[in-house]
């Protein structure tokens, strides 16, 4: 008899687990069963609002592989099969599908449940044209909307997928409003003055951003939304998008008794183990150590979902690999605007107790007299003292954003800020000036650090 | 009476140093004299093919400072002054200017002359149309020439250089073939495999490229260039331009016995020091320390003369700063197809002695199904067992160049390979998969080393 893994949830952790298990151990050794409840395992949520927006056009670019897929290399995925309940003593879950209730018993258990777009306490959810992004049906859901005399969006909420259905539905040419209660857009990874560079951009392509408006109710005409916000202040439209952000799916786990971390996501160890003898859990709905503050965090990004669930299936495939943490780096782009951050921002490094300075430098993409140059603002942050990088933000056109990786490769290696100055980062004029922006923003921060 | 500093040459090294200096020290504390034998100061080499080419209209771009300029903040920057002798025991110099010759004294000497363009030894060099590029008064005359009606070119010379010009000249709609004696383009800072996806991609614009062949003769017609090569295997054109490298220009420094290195530049210490009392070198003309080999190089990048020049500079300004070595990091473009790399080939590692291992992975720039994602090939080489990252080269479409940055960041702190495949690098659809291509090639090769 094999061992059996049975793993809850099929997307990148789940699926990337399973894969990597898979190639260590064979199926007479290792049986895997993945459950997923919805009709899709493996799929690109980043991919979505680019979907809705038309730029990806092919509805199964999204989905990375099938379940037909994974059953070729010997991965049983299961779609529209719900786990109900975990019986850790027993070993056995109990799952839902179209057959009926099943229980199912394991060896070992991999809890990659995800995460569940944030339902706010707003009144007038259940209004028609009032709509979240977390599926891929949601996605195909927006994308027939869009496509079909939308006349007015309004997205609620300021963070990464907010910011990019706006772009989605103005891309389509749907008048476009993005309304936050936050006194910023990507209050959780840009500074305010970062963030400032990213309204004005999006003001600037006709994109209405509200900021500092809290929603508490959605207008409603004859059972279909009107209008976010029910009073003076009101915004009219016939689509609403809620993009909240999300939370760990941890009801499960938390039943069952598998425990849950300060954030409130699965509490694990280095090597994606719960403390709980063959419970293992990965991907959004599970904690990470983040480097630079120490802390355990709970991010939702599918870099860390992919590596946290390639390190649970190298050690239930045998192996030995230890995750090392994340600095939550990320990226995005509005128009031709590029916007990235890796580690705290000032803020964050503030409300963690370190001693924070911060550069901010006006640059340029390419050398300054080269024709497609852009502006590119770089800010640094780094503690006082050591001149140790706390973190990046950068923002600015072509070419800007993905030189957040120097930062995060640096802070990786705990390069502080006045060496990463010195670096040999290469250097033509389509592609930079002689001393790229990176290394004039970690001079800055350097001599500030230790003056 | 302050102390004066002589600099000799007023380029990216001596006019950074001089800059650097001047801030750290007043001018009734240290004088500043800068003697250079053309009519500019501090210009962008670099530039000279997009101005060829005509990306960059205005000649003004490529000087970044006017003597002018550096005159206001107390620098005495003498244009057309031509140094002709060192003499270390009197601490003078002799300096040959329209006025006639002069002596003048130091108490600080920077030697910062630079490099030459080799002069090959090839019958039919005086031809009229035969050119080179080095100064600006060569770029003002190439643009000159490109655009008053020449009927096919030819580049002799497969490096950086010659790659620009090729492109410049074809982007002005002149048949262009470039010729070289190595067996591939770019033998400096790509491996064969790599080089090739070069040539390729040249040829699928247009650009004609011939390597392995060694010009020993132009030929000529009414005393003017009418082919590159005189024997059966020939390249008419009427507009040849030798893009054979550069040489350091160390003949003032040997004759007033200043010590070279094995390199044949001029030796220093990580001060910019050349070992003789108040003599101090930086840029082209001098070595630098290479931080994987561990072994002196000379390199003609602007980005290492500027840091040379900075830390001249710091030092002579009264500070102590180091030059941390360099990595040899470069980029270009040929077309959209963007050409990096940093540390060794595997071929140099192999000449270095190190034991390589190399992997060589096919990738995206962007996610697969984003509209603008183009093939990138990223080549990563790490030493056998300790899996340290000995170099990288990268060639693939816009975005694909200025990753190389993320291998310099992580050699520049001995991150081995298989730790940068873990690195928290950005990701989202229009950027990268969800592994970055750096990742895949870093934990191919990291497999690789410790397999």
């Not at 044209?129 to 891929?136: A, D, K, Q, S």
């Not at 202040?233 to 300060?262: H, M």
Request: charged content about 20%; aromatic content about 6%; hydrophobic content about 40%.
């Amino acid at each position: 008899m094999p061992e059996r893994l049975v793993v809850i949830g099929g997307d990148a952790a789940g699926m990337t687990a399973a894969s990597q298990a898979r190639r260590m151990r064979r199926a007479d050794d290792l049986e895997i069963i993945v459950f997923e409840q919805s009709a899709y395992v493996s799929f690109s949520a980043c991919g979505e609002p680019y979907f809705v927006g038309g730029w990806v056009e092919d509805f199964a670019d999204l989905q990375v592989r099938t379940p037909e897929q994974f059953q070729a290399q010997g991965i049983d995925a299961r779609i529209h099969h719900r786990v109900t309940a975990i019986d850790l003593d027993a070993s056995r879950i109990t799952v839902h599908h179209p057959g009926g209730d099943e229980q199912v018993g394991f060896d070992q258990l991999l809890y990659a449940t995800g995460a569940t777009a944030i339902r706010p306490p707003i009144e007038g959810l259940d209004l028609e044209g009032v709509h979240m992004l977390r599926t891929l049906d949601d996605a195909a859901r927006l994308r027939s909307l869009v496509t079909s005399g939308v006349e007015r969006a309004v997205v609620v909420g300021g963070g990464y997928i907010g910011l990019e259905l706006a772009e989605a539905f103005h891309h389509v040419g749907i008048p476009t409003t993005v309304v936050t209660m936050m006194p910023t857009v990507l209050e959780r990874t840009l500074d305010p003055d970062m963030a400032d560079l990213v309204s004005d951009h999006m003001r600037s392509m006709g994109i209405r951003v509200e900021t500092g408006f809290k929603v508490e109710c959605l207008a409603g005409s004859g059972g279909s939304v009107a209008g976010v916000g029910c009073d003076d202040r009101s915004f009219p439209a016939d689509l609403v998008v809620l993009a909240l952000g999300s939370r760990p799916q941890v009801e499960l786990a938390k039943d069952a008794g598998i425990p849950l971390g300060p954030t409130g996501a699965v509490a694990v160890d280095d090597h994606q183990r719960t403390g709980i003898d063959g419970v293992w859990s990965a991907g959004d709905c599970a904690e990470a150590h983040h480097r630079i503050s120490g802390q355990p965090v709970n991010l939702h990004l599918g870099t860390v979902a992919n590596k946290a669930g390639r390190i649970a299936g190298i050690n239930l495939g045998g192996g030995d690999a230890s995750f090392p943490g994340v600095l939550g780096t990320a990226i995005t782009k509005v128009g031709d605007l590029e916007i990235s951050s890796t580690g705290l921002t000032e803020g964050q490094a503030a409300d963690a107790g370190l001693k924070a300075v911060a550069a901010t430098i006006n640059s340029t993409t390419a050398a300054h007299y080269w024709p497609g140059s852009s502006p590119m603002t770089v800010k640094a942050i780094a503690e006082k003292g050591s001149a140790r990088l706390l973190g990046a933000q950068i923002v600015g056109g072509p070419g800007a954003g993905k030189r957040i990786d120097v930062f995060a490769t640096a802070m990786w290696s705990d390069l502080p800020a006045h060496e990463l100055a010195w670096t040999d980062l290469s250097y033509a004029p389509p592609f930079s000036g002689v001393w790229d922006p990176v290394h004039i923003a970690a001079r800055k921060a350097g001599e500030k650090a230790t003056s």
